[in-house]
C-alpha cells in the first residue's frame, strides 16, 4: 500500500483547506448576521479542487479549534515531512537534554523526514493509525461525516487495498494499548504521539486522558513528552 502518499496528501491539503472554511464562514455570517460553529464540509467537498480535499478529509478528523489551525502550520513545512522535523526537533532536543554529555548520542533520530523508502511506509502506517484514532477519541464523527470521509479516500486513492485499510482501521474501537503496538521504534512512538497531538484538544479532559493513556502504551520518557507537547503548542500559535 501507499500510505505514504495518502497521509502525505491530508497533511500537505490543510492549509489551502483551512483558508477555504475561513472565506465560506465569513460569507456566511455576512449573509446571515450571525456566526456559523461549521463550515458544510459537504458542499466544500463537492466545489473545490482536489488538492483541498484531502484538507477537507482531515479537517474533519481534527475535531478542535487548534487542530484545524495546525493542519496549516504543518503544511508550511511540507506535509509529511513537516511532522517528521518536528518530531526530529523535539526527539534531539530530548537527547541532548537528558543524555550523559560525556556519552553523546550513539545516533541522529531516525524520524519519518530521515529513513529509507521502505521504512517510510511503516511510519506512515503507524502515524496515520495514530491521527484515526485521536480523531475517534472524543467520538464526534457521525455517519454523514464517515461517508464524506470514505468519498474523500476514495477520490485520493485509487488502491483498492488501502482504501479497505482505512476504512477498517475508521471502525476499530479506541485502544492505546493496541495502537502503540504499532510503534516498532522510539522515534515512531514520538510521531503517533506528535500526530495525535496535533488532531486533539489538550484542554478537552476526554482528549487530554487519551493522550496521558497513550504515552503510557507508548513508554514514552516523561521528558520526551513534554518535549513533543512543547514543538506541538509552539506550532499552534
Known sequence: MNTRSLLDQLLSSGKELLQTQHTAQSHQTHQAGSTQS???I?????????????GGMISLLMSSKKARKVGGNVATYG???GLGFLAYK?????????INQAQPPQHQPQTVDRVSQTAVEMHSQAILRAIISAA???GHIDEREQQLIDDAIAKLTNEPQLQLW?????QKPVDP?????????SEIAAEMYLASILVMDEENYMERAYLDEL???????????KELETQAIAHLR
Open 215 to 225: 504515552a503510557r502504551q507508548l513508554q514514552l520518557a516523561p521528558e520526551l513528552k
Open 177 to 185: 494499548t493496541a495502537l502503540a503496538r504499532e510503534a516498532k521504534s
Open 166 to 170: 482505512f476504512q477498517q482501521e475508521m
Open 42 to 54: 459537504s458542499s466544500l467537498l463537492g466545489n473545490i479542487g482536489g488538492g483541498a480535499l484531502g
Open 136 to 138: 475517534k477519541a472524543d
Open 90 to 98: 523535539a526527539y534531539s532536543n530530548w537527547q541532548n537534554n537528558n
Open 79 to 81: 506535509g509529511l515531512a
Open 38 to 40: 461549521n463550515t458544510d
